[in-house]
């Protein structure tokens, strides 16, 4: 809730966040599918977006699960010491660094920010790198393992590089308004 | 979504550095007699047929377009000077001092008075030279953000330009940086750095290349 306007603040807290009933709920089956009594049977595991799950938590009606890519035994935190910068995060989930600052403080997990912050430290090098190396023709596979963070990062490096290059080649100093040039059909 | 769009509105384009650039002083040759001008930002003139006197630098490439002086190109954009600086600049960690917007400076010259400047391929393809090399050097020395805690770069004798192309990238990484190791995300990890203080260590501030 910190950023009211940020829109990606927003879609971080959509990631879905394994849970675990606490109480029996009445009504809303639909969050267990497995059912058609519609109600939900204490202790039964569900995937709910984070915001509802934040809020559950806080009356004590559900219980987290860390997420996969934050669990201690997950495959992420082995592949992101093995070689962080080429694990493709972007798949795992889209909001890696966010989720993992709204999700530590919540359930305690005291490893989680020094694991984050390895995980970009190392993922950094390899951004600053491409971003000022890369052509465009390149560039886009190497996006898909980011993170949208990181592709926001690689985006703003790229940007003014692009916008340098293209002043230095020159070109027209003052640009010729479409409107006009075009007012009579050229006559033969 | 605040945050991205601040640290957008923070950069100028090209274009608006250059002309910040052409505030920047030179000298000329006029080649015609003219009482002296009086501008809000000061008074330029009187001139004189080869009597050489100082003008913005926008002001000298208008009267450059118009045939009525010729354009002193300043003492950094000799050969021998230029030479130095790229020797210095390969051999040292540290980045030489240059003008402030050498970058633009250079161009606005060789756009409009390159029969002014001699040698005007050699000159060019050292500042050419030197803008590459500067540019890997601020790439390689990027790289220290991710080393250890970081909370201030100091860039000293980086030009407009330089400081502009990484400025996007340099705040975005390091607001990240402060958010991912800011302390309610490292608790009691390092008992050591908790015991001390807050308020007064507020962090290293790095150079941009360690000695």
Same mark, same amino acid.
Request: charged share 30%; with cysteine.
């Given at each position: 809730?910190?950023? =009211?306007?940020?829109?990606?603040?927003?879609?971080?807290?959509?990631?879905?966040?394994?849970?675990?009933?606490?109480?029996?709920?009445?009504?809303?089956?639909?969050?267990?599918?497995?059912?058609?009594?519609?109600?939900?049977?204490? $202790?039964?595991?569900?995937?709910?977006?984070?915001?509802?799950?934040?809020?559950?938590?806080?009356?004590?009606?559900?219980?987290?699960?860390?997420?996969?890519?934050?669990?201690?035994?997950?495959?992420?935190?082995?592949? +992101?010491?093995?070689?962080?910068?080429?694990?493709?995060?972007?798949?795992?989930?889209?909001?890696?660094?966010?989720?993992?600052?709204?999700?530590?403080?919540?359930?305690?997990?005291?490893?989680?920010?020094?694991?984050?912050?390895?995980?970009?430290?190392?993922?950094?090098?390899?951004?600053?790198?491409?971003?000022?190396?890369?052509?465009?023709?390149?560039?886009?596979? =190497?996006?898909?393992?980011?993170?949208?963070?990181?592709?926001?990062?690689? %985006?703003?490096?790229? /940007? /003014?590089?692009?916008?340098?290059?293209?002043?230095?080649?020159?070109?027209?100093?003052?640009?010729?308004?479409?409107?006009?040039?075009?007012?009579?059909?050229?006559? $033969? | 979504?605040?945050?991205?769009?601040?640290?957008?509105?923070?950069?100028?384009?090209?274009?608006?550095? %250059?002309?910040?650039?052409?505030?920047?002083?030179?000298?000329?040759?006029?080649? #015609?007699?003219?009482?002296?001008?009086?501008?809000?930002?000061?008074?330029?003139?009187?001139?004189?047929?080869?009597?050489?006197?100082?003008?913005?630098?926008?002001?000298?490439?208008?009267?450059?377009?118009?045939?009525?002086? #010729?354009?002193?190109?300043?003492?950094? #954009?000799?050969?021998?000077?230029?030479?130095?600086?790229?020797?210095?600049?390969?051999?040292?960690?540290?980045?030489?001092?240059?003008?402030?917007?050498?970058?633009?400076?250079?161009?606005?010259?060789?756009? =409009?008075?390159?029969?002014? +400047?001699?040698?005007?391929?050699?000159?060019?393809?050292?500042?050419?030279?030197?803008?590459?090399?500067?540019?890997?050097?601020? $790439?390689?020395?990027? %790289?220290?953000?991710?080393? %250890?805690?970081?909370?201030?770069?100091?860039?000293?004798?980086?030009?407009? #330009?330089?400081?502009?192309?990484?400025?996007?990238?340099?705040?975005?990484?390091?607001?990240?940086?402060?958010?991912?190791?800011?302390?309610?995300?490292?608790?009691?990890?390092?008992?050591?750095?908790?015991?001390?203080?807050?308020?007064?260590?507020?962090?290293?501030?790095?150079?941009?290349?360690?000695?």
């Amino acid at each position: 809730m910190a950023k =009211y306007y940020d829109v990606d603040d927003i879609l971080a807290e959509e990631e879905l966040v394994p849970a675990v009933f606490q109480h029996a709920a009445n009504g809303i089956g639909l969050f267990d599918s497995s059912d058609d009594t519609n109600k939900v049977e204490a $202790g039964s595991k569900v995937e709910l977006p984070f915001w509802l799950v934040c809020e559950l938590y806080l009356r004590q009606l559900v219980s987290i699960r860390v997420p996969p890519c934050f669990d201690k035994e997950s495959k992420t935190r082995e592949e +992101i010491g093995a070689d962080a910068a080429h694990v493709d995060l972007r798949s795992r989930c889209p909001y890696f660094y966010e989720l993992g600052c709204k999700i530590a403080p919540l359930i305690g997990d005291k490893t989680i920010g020094p694991f984050l912050l390895v995980a970009f430290r190392i993922r950094y090098k390899e951004v600053l790198i491409k971003a000022h190396t890369l052509t465009l023709t390149v560039a886009p596979k =190497y996006l898909t393992l980011l993170t949208n963070e990181e592709a926001k990062l690689y %985006e703003a490096g790229q /940007s /003014s590089i692009a916008a340098f290059k293209k002043w230095r080649m020159g070109g027209p100093r003052l640009q010729i308004a479409p409107l006009l040039g075009r007012k009579r059909k050229p006559t $033969g | 979504m605040a945050a991205s769009s601040d640290s957008q509105a923070s950069a100028f384009s090209a274009a608006e550095l %250059e002309f910040l650039a052409e505030d920047e002083m030179i000298e000329i040759v006029p080649n #015609m007699r003219m009482d002296s001008l009086n501008f809000v930002s000061g008074d330029f003139g009187p001139f004189r047929p080869q009597i050489a006197t100082q003008v913005p630098l926008w002001l000298a490439v208008a009267l450059k377009k118009r045939g009525k002086c #010729m354009i002193r190109p300043p003492e950094w #954009m000799s050969i021998e000077k230029l030479t130095q600086v790229l020797e210095a600049e390969r051999d040292s960690e540290k980045f030489q001092p240059l003008p402030f917007h050498y970058v633009e400076i250079s161009r606005l010259l060789f756009d =409009y008075a390159r029969e002014d +400047i001699q040698d005007v391929y050699m000159v060019r393809s050292l500042i050419e030279d030197i803008k590459d090399v500067r540019f890997h050097k601020i $790439g390689t020395g990027l %790289e220290i953000i991710s080393r %250890e805690r970081t909370y201030a770069l100091r860039l000293k004798n980086l030009s407009a #330009m330089e400081a502009n192309i990484v400025r996007p990238f340099v705040t975005r990484a390091l607001e990240t940086f402060y958010k991912l190791s800011s302390p309610e995300m490292i608790q009691e990890s390092d008992h050591l750095s908790n015991r001390q203080p807050q308020v007064t260590n507020r962090g290293p501030r790095r150079q941009l290349k360690d000695r």
